[in-house]
């Protein structure tokens, strides 16, 4: 168990034993800050999501185009470049 989640156990268990209401009042103004915050997405994705098609687009043009890095080849396709080396890889 990380320090945080502990630390939480311990108050509130502390909270349970003290019948200070000074105490308690400290106890669960710490407790308001020991939580983790929402995820947030900082950007919109951008890319559409890869498909079977578009897969098989890619391992046409790639071949035909060996210059071209797979970022600027995810870029003509409209997904990630990671994407597209799954695609030349077999992994759609």
């Not at 502990?6 to 034993?17: F, H, N, P, Q, V």
Request: proline share 7%; net charge positive.
């Amino acid at each position: 168990m990380s320090n945080i989640p502990l630390a939480r156990t311990t108050i509130l268990e502390a909270l349970k034993l003290t019948d200070d209401p000074m105490l308690t009042r400290y106890l669960r103004l710490a407790l308001k800050h020991m939580h983790r915050e929402q995820p947030v997405r900082k950007a919109s994705p951008h890319a559409r999501h890869m498909t079977r098609e578009i897969a098989q687009q890619i391992r046409t043009y790639a071949p035909a185009h060996p210059d071209e890095c797979m970022r600027t080849i995810g870029r003509r396709f409209g997904v990630d470049g990671g994407r597209v080396s799954e695609a030349l890889n077999g992994k759609w």
